[in-house]
């Protein structure tokens, strides 16, 4: 993806950065210091002058930071916004901050080295007293159908003669982002976790389970998270939410969909652990009927994008057994 259109694509996300303007008016007090995690484009910098920031510190490590640079200018903000072109673990203020704003997310907040990278930096940067924004995020999921499903058609025997099993597999072992349509979610959303920041990435497990009122198809499970910036402000990325949303939903398939019948209970374990440089994920589904299970089917991203792991569990190379 072009990273440009990328940050042009969050900065239309108006919802998101109404929801932001919001909360920095209320956090942000007259002169405070401010840091601008991830800055991006600069729009959340621009957004805490505006609500009366007296400093901000920019951080960001890519080369868009030279588009914040005149993009805070642009503003009017140059004088009070300074760019530091750093990862967060580089960065050196020459002073605490009374907030910490930012929005590391992508389609799910769930990303370990930014959530890391977010805990250290507060650790070291932010004032005794000092606010985050945002302030937590929950995880909402529910069953959901997805008649487009590619790796179904793929499963199916798409191409002729050709046997696709080692592409469909890792692809079914895989989560990926989707813009469902409200009518997507086959229940109501429960709640799956909750994240408080500045959070210490640590493994997040759940059991979740709806009962189903009516006949339907479950291809995979839906996830989607609702921001809370500052208290009573906040955003939701739910199925069918606003149009121009930059993160969509994240959509795991089940291992084959479940044919549900009115009355049945899907029981999904919802498991991420943080491992090497991401998470490792693992959705264990089982359909129940009369409380008796009649299918079940397991996947996990392990088998897909945890090398590093797997080489660690591999065992070493024959020849190179003993010392
Ligand atoms: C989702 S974008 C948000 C950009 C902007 N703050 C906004 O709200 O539109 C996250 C930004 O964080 C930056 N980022 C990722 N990891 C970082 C780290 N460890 N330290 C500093 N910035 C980081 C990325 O380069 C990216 O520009």
């Known amino acids: 993806v072009n990273e440009l259109l990328r940050h042009l694509g969050m900065v239309l996300d108006a919802v998101r950065v109404d929801a932001y303007r919001e909360a920095l008016a209320s956090a942000v007090r007259p002169g405070a210091v401010v840091a601008d995690l991830g800055a991006g484009c600069g729009i959340l910098s621009v957004l805490a002058c505006q609500a009366g920031a007296g400093r901000v510190y920019a951080v960001e490590p890519a080369p868009i930071a030279d588009v914040a640079r005149r993009l805070v200018a642009s503003n009017g903000c140059a004088d009070r916004v300074r760019i530091l072109d750093t990862d967060a673990a580089g960065a050196e203020l020459p002073e605490p901050v009374d907030l910490l704003v930012s929005d590391l997310r992508g389609t799910l907040p769930l990303r370990l080295p930014q959530l890391a990278a977010h805990a250290d930096f507060a650790d070291r940067w932010l004032a005794p007293g000092g606010a985050v924004l945002p302030l937590a995020d929950r995880l909402l999921a529910a069953p959901c159908r997805h008649p487009a499903s590619l790796h179904r ?15 469909v597999d890792a692809v079914g072992n895989s989560w990926w982002r989707q813009d469902l349509a409200a009518s997507a979610p086959l229940a109501a959303p429960r709640r799956w976790a909750e994240i408080t920041y500045p959070w210490r990435p ?24 609702e921001a809370e910036l500052v208290a009573g402000v906040g955003y939701t990325t739910a199925p069918g939410g ?31 652990d943080p491992a090497g440089g991401g998470f490792v994920w693992t959705w264990e589904a089982e359909q129940r009927r009369a409380g008796r299970a009649v299918a079940t089917g397991r996947r996990s991203t392990f088998y897909v994008d945890a090398p590093g792991l797997l080489d660690a569990l591999r065992p070493p190379p024959l020849g190179k057994v003993g010392p």
């Open 242 to 272: 606003h149009a121009d949303s930059c993160y969509g939903q994240a959509f795991f398939p089940f291992a084959e969909p479940f044919e549900l019948a009115a009355g049945d209970e899907l029981a999904v374990e919802l498991r991420a």
């Open 202 to 225: 640590a493994a997040l497990a759940a059991p979740l389970a709806w009962e189903l009122e009516s006949a339907a198809t479950a291809d995979g499970l839906a996830l989607w998270f």
């Open 153 to 167: 058609r793929a499963a199916a025997g798409a191409v002729e003669g050709v046997d696709l099993g080692p592409l």
